[in-house]
């Protein structure tokens, strides 16, 4: 009984919440007029002018019917006939400039709210993308938008046109007969009631039909990105069958929003013509009885067709402040997110830095708190070169990804250049650090544009010098474009080894102090690792240099190495102190490569013994 009563409490209260919460939406939509006020003045002007003329129709009829057809000078009649002619010309021009303005300011306020998500979104942080679907960012950057660019002129204007005609007929009625115009005022209650009871049930309609929209698109962007993973396993029938199920599902959505709005209209339509009938009733008899003049009784039908137009549109209308509503709802959820990586209100600008890198005492967990990094300490020197080694999920890449601060410690700090990267701008710190990492990413633009992307300006000359210590040179010489063909969406028309390099020569044109890579020749053939092995070692020159790897090869001369378990080091030092230890690091070694060093070795005996021979 208490939890009853306590529910039946709520509600009210959570009625009146999301009508504050509704409220608050709806003025932050109007505030995006403030740039273009101007234009929303002209289109209310012409709104206003629009329907201050077509109110003058009524008029003129009505003094036709009791003036001019009484008066027998055809004269007044032609007079007549070309004030309402001129009058609805002037109506049309209005109402096109109200319509044009409309469209116009709407198109504004969709150009500027794309530019602030897409700013906001460049600027949050990888947790929020973490946690965030691409497709529902997509379809918020594309439908929501949509959506409150339509409120504009199909919601708000149409809107404001109908309080304003509304009202003005209102006075115009009771002005010429206030029996009749309180009757006319009866379909006002049952208005508002049966729209008051569509915006409620339509609202969480269309934020379902928006959220599909976003999973519609997830599973599309998830499909054509994945399309060799699909074909490969024959799954394309699946997956159009998850789409279908899901295009379905949005469709019945869609159909249930739209057939409660179709059924507004009509009810709408019906009380007004109710009220029609009943007027026409009323004041028939009273012109019988010639207590109403003629011209008076068609006065007031034509008024009362004038508000048939935003009555008939009034369902539709409501239709877009609820779309408007959810679409700003959804596009608010994201400029309010705000990044957990800022710059600090003091922070300072990190000039060219030696490369001096300390890790002290750092943890670090992901934002469902599972620690994935445990009292991690490190100290690379300038130009030193850290190997970290370990199993899938031991924190490698996690531990990488602080330093550019892509996520922030839980505890302890990490110092460049005695600097803690927090105090430091993030776009100096970046500068500073060149990321290749094993999942290669290309833009969809030239050979040329993916290598200068980091630096604005890079010459020819740079970018050549790139490609050629990244060992990419030869071959992009090769293409019929040269550095002008174009790579396609992520690179797809290079193969790994070859998007390897780019990926290289673009972190080597940055020319940074401290290198990071990430698994960079895990998944390529020997020959490719070696041409990459190459490239690296130039770029590591004189640089600290950061390296997870999957094979020894690539690491054995790395001044330290690291050894990750569950997110703690358990041995740290050069491959020879290593080997000694015969901990992880010695049984990885036997794993991988003692047996053939020791091949190797005998091979290189034995060309030395037939040397010896040969020599003897």
């Not at 899938?392 to 505890?411: A, E, N, V």
């Not at 790579?487 to 673009?506: F, M, N, P």
Request: with cysteine; net charge neutral.
């Amino acid at each position: 009984m208490q939890v009853t009563q306590a529910n039946q409490q709520s509600s009210p209260s959570l009625s009146k919440n999301q009508l504050q919460e509704n409220w608050r939406i709806y003025m932050r939509i109007f505030k995006l007029l403030r740039p273009h006020w101007f234009k929303a003045v002209a289109a209310v002007v012409c709104m206003g002018l629009a329907t201050g003329f077509s109110l003058i129709v009524p008029w003129l009829l009505q003094w036709v019917v009791d003036v001019g057809i009484r008066s027998g000078r055809f004269q007044d009649l032609l007079w007549a006939a070309l004030a309402i002619l001129v009058t609805s010309a002037l109506r049309g021009l209005f109402a096109y400039g109200q319509g044009y303005l409309g469209q116009a300011i709407s198109s504004l306020v969709a150009y500027d709210l794309r530019d602030m998500l897409y700013d906001h979104l460049q600027h949050l942080s990888f947790s929020f993308h973490d946690d965030s679907e691409t497709g529902q960012l997509m379809s918020r950057m594309t439908a929501d938008i949509e959506a409150v660019r339509n409120f504009f002129p199909m919601g708000l204007l149409r809107a404001l046109l109908a309080v304003v005609t509304f009202a003005s007929v209102t006075i115009l009625l009771l002005r010429l007969d206030v029996y009749l115009a309180l009757i006319t005022l009866i379909s006002v209650p049952i208005m508002l009631i049966l729209s008051a009871q569509v915006v409620k049930r339509l609202r969480p309609l269309w934020l379902e039909v928006q959220n599909g929209v976003g999973d519609l698109s997830t599973i599309m962007q998830e499909s054509l990105s994945g399309v060799r993973v699909v074909k490969s396993f024959a799954r394309e029938e699946f997956e159009i069958e998850k789409y279908g199920t899901q295009n379905q599902q949005l469709r019945e959505l869609n159909m249930s929003a739209m057939r409660l709005s179709a059924w507004n209209q009509p009810l709408l339509v019906l009380s007004l013509n109710l009220v029609t009938v009943l007027v026409l009733w009323v004041g028939g008899i009273a012109v019988i009885h010639r207590t109403l003049s003629l011209g008076t009784l068609v006065a007031v039908t034509n008024y009362i067709l004038l508000l048939g137009t935003p009555v008939r549109t009034f369902g539709f209308m409501i239709n877009w402040w609820v779309r408007g509503l959810s679409g700003g709802t959804r596009i608010f959820s994201v400029l309010d997110t705000p990044s957990d990586i800022t710059d600090a209100p003091d922070a300072k600008v990190l000039q060219k830095v030696a490369g001096h890198v300390r890790y002290e005492n750092v943890s670090f967990a992901y934002s469902n708190g599972v620690e994935v990094l445990k009292d991690i300490t490190i100290d690379a020197q300038p130009g030193q070169t850290i190997a970290i080694l370990g199993p899938t999920g031991s924190g490698k890449s996690s531990m990488l990804h602080l330093l550019p601060r892509f996520y922030d410690t839980k505890g302890g700090r990490v110092l460049v250049d005695g600097s803690d990267v927090r105090d430091v701008t993030l776009a100096s710190l970046r500068r500073n650090i060149g990321l290749v990492l094993q999942d290669v990413f290309l833009f969809n633009a030239t050979i040329r544009e993916n290598i200068a992307y980091g630096v604005v300006g890079a010459t020819e000359e740079q970018i050549l010098e790139a490609a050629k210590a990244a060992r990419i040179h030869d071959f992009i010489l090769t293409l019929p474009d040269g550095y002008d063909t174009w790579v396609g969406e992520r690179g797809v028309t290079l193969s790994g080894g070859q998007k390897q390099r780019v990926a290289i020569a673009r972190t080597l044109l940055l020319n940074p102090s401290i290198l990071v890579l990430d698994d960079s020749t895990s998944s390529v053939d020997m020959e490719t690792e070696y041409l990459i092995q190459q490239a690296l070692e130039e770029v590591m020159r004189g640089r600290t240099t950061f390296v997870v790897a999957s094979r020894l090869r690539t690491i054995k001369n790395a001044d330290q190495i690291l050894v990750l378990e569950r997110g703690k080091i358990v041995e740290r030092g050069t491959h020879a102190t290593l080997l000694k230890h015969n901990g992880p690091y010695a049984r990885l070694y036997d794993m991988q490569l003692r047996e053939q060093e020791e091949f190797e070795a005998q091979v290189l005996n034995t060309q030395s013994d037939l040397q010896t021979e040969v020599l003897q």
